[in-house]
């Protein structure tokens, strides 16, 4: 299979074209190039996908196209470019294009409502969901019989740039404080589901082989966040003591949830966001989608972490330090 991914030099990108080599695929990615590297055996075509010109440095025809565009005009100028020259279309997306999380989407099929499609020039990140609405109905109107829409949650495992997966097992490998207390949400309802880049990559792959069409919920299992804690505090062999403080107490200290800057990852409010952690991806299951365990992708996470180095400025987490002052906080409160 002659594979083109538009994009291929960071995270899924670059583990898609992984998962394409690995099963014998010829494997080009066209990027501008400022993202990373391409994985090893893929060739790299420099373009920007800002306007058409940017394809014109491609060669012949491709069996399937893997696309993970953001902004709708990439999109466009992609299907403007190439349609004449794929067979089919992949175009991963994202549980964020569902117009409703609450507790009543718990369990939400691919048949929920959307956001309002958003289809302007100036792309941010709040028109993130409402932007891969336009982009999921520009696929499906270009290949009507002959598109795949991977709708993927939260992606984890080695290189992931986000810090959201590997901050759990790195806190737990290296705690902030000599006597190896760690900061945890206490949200005992509280639900996570991710999945592993590498599974997805490789069901992309899979799908695209065997023509595998229709709109996905691309997803692991939704588990408890305790556990899922808990599975990375045991790849980082953690006995010390944990700190376990409610939402309401790291809200009036300034620590947020998810994702960002002075965060605790993979922790939404809840019962307020329950719908985002808990989509049905029984479709997926169905079409051949199969995920690894949770503490394999922390053990690799962890792995990739220690090597890029853990004193490295980070996107989502507590630094050390922070966490630490907010330990002695909780500690010195009144029992």
Partial sequence: MRLLILGGTAFLGRATARAALERGHQVTCLARGTSGQ???????????RADTRGYADL???????????????????????????????LFVSTINVYADVSPSAVDADESAPLLPAWDGEEWAPEQYGAGKVTCESLVAQAFPSSHLIARAGLLGGPEDVSDRTGYWPLRFAHPSRADGRVLVPHSP??????????????????????????????????VPLHAAIAAARGVAAHTDELVPVPPEWLAAHGVSPWMGERSLPLWVPWPDLAGMMTVDTTAAQRAGLTVRPLPETFIDALAWELQAGPGRARKAGLSPADEADLITQRLSEPA
């Fill in 38 to 48: 391409v994985a090893d055996g893929a060739d790299l075509v420099v373009g920007d």
């Fill in 59 to 89: 060669v012949g025809d491709f069996d399937a196209v893997v696309d993970v565009a953001r902004q709708p005009r990439h999109v466009r100028t992609a299907l403007d470019a190439l349609t004449m020259r794929v067979d089919r279309w």
């Fill in 189 to 222: 309802d509280a639900q996570v589901q991710l999945i592993d880049v590498r599974d997805l990559a490789r069901w992309l792959v899979v799908s695209a082989e065997s023509g595998t069409t229709g709109v996905f919920n691309a997803n692991g299992p939704s």
